[in-house]
């Protein structure tokens, strides 16, 4: 199976959209092994997937990821794990020992990757509460 990260400098990329390096890893029993970075030239979403597929990639490690190039990679069978943070190196031994779903590896405000709703109430006059928004 292969592997692919998106990489800025030494940490994941915070933004797979505009992410313009990979590391392509391929995983097996015996653990993960890097093959190499690629670089990305493509600028729509289309050609990105095209790439990931070119190189073979089996599953996608991210920051956060447009729901457009989300849709995209899983109709390509592309399995895509979102809004991850960290050192490449320690993500790669998370994945490796599947631990990659640990609160370390997660980018601030996503938490456990579902959609959360908040809202705030603010007692009125007569003490019965208002809803002001639902996000």
Request: charged share 25%; proline share 3%.
């Amino acid at each position: 199976m292969k592997l692919a990260i998106t990489v800025w400098e030494d940490r994941i990329s915070p933004l797979c959209d505009t992410a313009r390096s990979l590391l392509i890893a391929e995983v097996d029993r015996k653990g993960v092994r890097e093959e190499g970075r690629i670089t990305i030239e493509a600028d729509t979403p289309a050609a990105r997937v095209s790439k990931l597929m070119s190189h073979g990639v089996d599953i996608l490690i991210c920051g956060a990821i447009t729901e457009s190039l989300s849709v995209l990679m899983k109709r390509h069978a592309i399995q895509v794990i979102p809004f991850v943070k960290g050192s490449v190196n320690s993500v790669l031994d998370a994945f490796s020992r599947q631990k990659l779903k640990n609160s370390e590896f997660q980018m601030p405000g996503c938490g456990s990757g579902r959609k959360r709703h908040f809202r705030r109430r603010l007692g009125n006059r007569r003490g019965r509460s208002q809803n002001l928004f639902n996000l």
